[in-house]
């Protein structure tokens, strides 16, 4: 059972126009969500991160919200860059396991990802 | 500063064949973690470790095993290769204290069993 969705495997956007991924999530008890970006032969890199607490982050470019009643996220991309061609991933953590170790949730949960094409 | 590595890139086996993985961090992190990734199917997490001398079970550790002898270093074993076991390898560390959930990630190990 897929607790993370990314309904979207592929999304394709002019170069200039925003660019809005989604992610849609089961458990009620995440608390903390992670945005990762991946190019083709290497690893995936963090890219913006949101904590249940709020309900936007932003970084540059790049925004997340997080609709808690909705239990869904989304990155907004503003503008969209031919750079940002890659595949996206949605990644979740857990409160129960931030208190049973102590501090960190040692667990993400990831979504299976979204290719984004930025078309010059 | 080189972050998280990983050894190596790729590596052909054959079924049956045993194999380790390497990989390594020098940012100090108490957590790493062994996903796996297929077309399709995102990154799945394997096994992993929340400090040196501890490893747990992720949501795939069948036919694997792992060690983490040392706080920089988190090795993967393939005690006897299969080809279901044909994947890209991702290592990654994180702090793992409050909010401290960033896992940075490695470049990737290309692993084919024939």
């Known amino acids: 059972d897929q607790q993370v969705k990314q309904n979207s495997p592929s999304l394709s956007v002019q170069e200039g126009r925003i660019s809005i991924l989604n992610c849609d999530y089961t458990n009620s008890m995440f608390d903390y969500f992670l945005w990762y970006k991946k190019y083709p032969a290497e690893g995936p890199t963090f890219l913006i991160s949101i904590s249940s607490i709020k309900d936007k982050n932003e970084d540059g470019r790049f925004t997340v919200f997080l609709n808690k009643s909705a239990k869904h996220l989304s990155l907004h991309i503003v503008p969209s860059q031919p750079g940002d061609s890659a595949v996206y991933f949605c990644a979740a953590s857990e409160l129960r396991y931030r208190h049973r170790f102590q501090g960190g949730s040692e667990k993400l949960v990831f979504g299976k990802g979204t290719k984004l094409t930025v078309n010059p | 500063n080189a972050g998280v590595t990983q050894t190596p890139k790729f590596r052909v086996l054959k079924t049956g064949q045993s194999m380790t993985l390497l990989c390594a961090q020098d940012m100090n992190h108490e957590y790493m973690y062994w996903y796996r990734q297929d077309p399709g199917m995102g990154l799945r997490l394997i096994h992993y470790?929340?400090?040196?001398?501890?490893?747990a079970k992720g949501e795939v550790p069948d036919g694997y095993n792992v060690s983490r002898l040392k706080k920089q270093n988190f090795l993967l074993g393939l005690e006897s290769a299969a080809p279901s076991q044909t994947s890209v390898y991702f290592c990654a560390s994180s702090y793992g204290g409050v909010n401290q959930e960033t896992q940075y990630f490695g470049p990737g190990t290309r692993l084919l069993v024939l």
């Open positions: 470790s929340v400090g040196e001398g501890t490893t």
